[in-house]
Nanobody
Framework: QVQLVESGGGSVQAGGSLRLSCVVS????????MTWFRQAPGKGREGVAT????????SYADSVKGRFTVSQDNVRNTLDLQMSSLKLEDTAMYYC???????????????????WGRGTQVSVSS
């Protein structure tokens, strides 16, 4: 059983930065994808950034390329998301998700993910 707990959300002005972390516990191996998703009010859950467990290749949604960086910290057992140059449209609840698979993409279908955290809210204001 995999458990995920997100933290690091908050309120920030446009152009600012935030760093999200997701503590990952339970069994997880190199055949798992770890992905940050977000969901704005009234919208579906969309993939933002992904990395395969063990430090595999990363993938980003076009909307965040060049601004967000996803990484894995093996010491703290976390999946991290460094967000810079935040925009109003980045406002959403951010979730980390885990699924089995070798091919990990930021545009993964959220319904294929079996493990989720409860989310952390990011609010960007002008």
């Amino acid at each position: 059983q995999v458990q995920l707990v997100e933290s690091g959300g908050g309120s920030v002005q446009a152009g600012g930065s935030l760093r999200l972390s997701c503590v990952v516990s339970g069994y997880i191996s190199k055949d798992h994808c770890m992905t940050w998703f977000r969901q704005a009010p009234g919208k579906g859950r969309e993939g933002v950034a992904t990395i395969r467990y063990g430090g595999g290749a990363t993938s980003y949604a076009d909307s965040v390329k060049g601004r967000f960086t996803v990484s894995q910290d093996n010491v703290r057992n976390t999946l991290d998301l460094q967000m810079s140059s935040l925009k109003l449209e980045d406002t959403a609840m951010y979730y980390c998700g885990v699924r089995r698979g070798y091919l990990c993409t930021a545009v993964d279908d959220a319904t294929t993910y079996g493990y989720w955290g409860r989310g952390t809210q990011v609010s960007v204001s002008s």
